[in-house]
């Protein structure tokens, strides 16, 4: 399984950019999808999930300002981030769950990073003020 994520850049404060991941060698459409990202000195961090089934949930810190989406037809996972800040600054990483159309759904499960097997190489976003 190989997951390939691309649309990093810099960005002005209040700014947008969207990320994408391409997922090769699983079933695309049976598996949730994970956004973490990973500041500088800091642990990696959950941003965004999107469930098989098209759910999604999101860290307080990006909720109302970042889109995760799918199109299952591409194998293709998107993060649209808008009103960008400079606390946004990270490596982005997608990430395939480790389970077969999971059932459990909710932030609480989807926010360990345990809950994911395969990850891409990242991409970084860099927000200035």
């Known amino acids: 399984v190989q997951l390939q994520a691309s649309g990093g850049g810099l960005v002005q404060a209040g700014g947008s950019l969207r990320l994408s991941c391409v997922v090769s060698g699983r079933t695309f459409s049976n598996y949730a999808m994970g956004w973490f990202r990973q500041a500088p000195g800091k642990e990696r961090e959950f941003v965004a999930v999107i469930t098989w089934s098209s759910r999604t949930a999101y860290s307080d810190s990006v909720e109302g300002r970042f889109t995760i989406s799918r199109d299952n037809a591409q194998n293709t996972v998107y993060l649209q981030m808008n009103s960008l800040k400079p606390e946004d600054t990270a490596v982005y990483y997608c990430?395939?769950?480790?389970?077969?159309?999971?059932?459990?759904?909710?932030?609480?499960?989807?926010?360990?990073?345990?809950?994911?097997?395969?990850w891409g190489q990242g991409t970084l976003v860099t927000v200035s003020s």
């Open positions: 990430t395939t769950d480790r389970v077969y159309r999971r059932v459990a759904f909710g932030r609480a499960t989807y926010s360990r990073d345990r809950e994911y097997d395969y």
